[in-house]
């Protein structure tokens, strides 16, 4: 089956600076890839997702990257405000037809003003 | 529209108690899957159903079950409850079997004692 490892697993930023979270996976079939949010005691909120047949997406201050061939993707944060302190988990979805995520461990970050 | 929602939002049991969680997707959309989420494994993924069927299952053991009614609501039940089952159950909907984006309700927190 499918096994995404997520780096860091937390992640220290001054306000304003940039923050990059990597992911890797392991099934080569995998062709969704979604980036969710969680703050403390809160629903995972899905920020930016891309898929395979696309090299990159960028939403305001977030961009997603993706490597097929090395089988990475990357989240991008610029200009980090502290209301993005959060943990933020990868995923990856297999070319199965089935809503099935397989979830990073997560990534905690904090913003500091 | 209205977002995914999950009954009860607290739950306390006793071992070798069983449970019944309630899901209610989003108008529309006919996929639910479930998650457990924990501080040591993360999300991980339970089963999902479409159009009544389960159409994928993850690495539980049989005491976890569930089953989707005609009108996509999702119940999961947990048999004989094991301390270790403490978690927060999650479940998202997305709109059909494709890899579409799925949306978390607030998910249910089970504590067993």
């Known amino acids: 089956g499918e096994n995404v490892e997520q780096h860091p697993s937390t992640l220290s930023v001054q306000e304003g600076d940039s923050a990059v979270i990597k992911c890797t996976y392991s099934?080569?079939?995998?062709?969704?890839f979604p980036w969710y949010k969680q703050e403390l005691g809160k629903r995972p909120q899905l920020i930016i997702d891309?898929?395979?047949?696309?090299g990159e997406k960028k939403d305001q201050r977030i961009a997603v990257t993706l490597n097929k061939t090395a089988k990475h993707f990357s989240l991008h944060i610029t200009e980090t405000q502290p209301e993005d302190s959060a943990v933020y988990f990868c995923?990856?979805?297999?070319?199965?037809?089935?809503?099935?995520?397989?979830f990073g461990k997560g990534t905690m970050l904090l913003v500091s003003p | 529209k209205a977002g995914v929602t999950q009954t009860p939002r607290y739950l306390i049991k006793t071992r070798g108690q069983q449970v019944t969680l309630s899901c209610s997707p989003i108008?529309?959309?006919?996929?639910v899957s479930w998650y457990q989420q924990t501080p040591g494994q993360g999300l991980q993924f339970l089963f999902e159903?479409?159009?009544?069927?389960?159409?994928n299952k993850g690495n539980f053991p049989g005491r976890f079950s569930g089953r989707q009614f005609s009108n996509s609501r999702s119940e999961m039940n947990v048999s004989t409850l094991e301390l270790g089952d403490s978690a927060l159950y999650l479940c998202?909907?997305?709109?059909?079997?494709?890899?579409?984006?799925?949306?978390f309700g607030p998910g249910t927190r089970l504590t067993v004692t």
């Open positions: 099934d080569s079939a995998s062709n969704y």
């Open positions: 995923a990856a979805t297999p070319n199965s037809g089935y809503s099935t995520l397989t």
């Open positions: 159903y479409f159009s009544e069927t389960q159409r």
């Open positions: 891309i898929r395979s047949n696309v």
């Open positions: 998202a909907s997305s709109r059909s079997g494709e890899p579409y984006e799925q949306y």
């Open positions: 108008s529309g959309h006919r996929s």
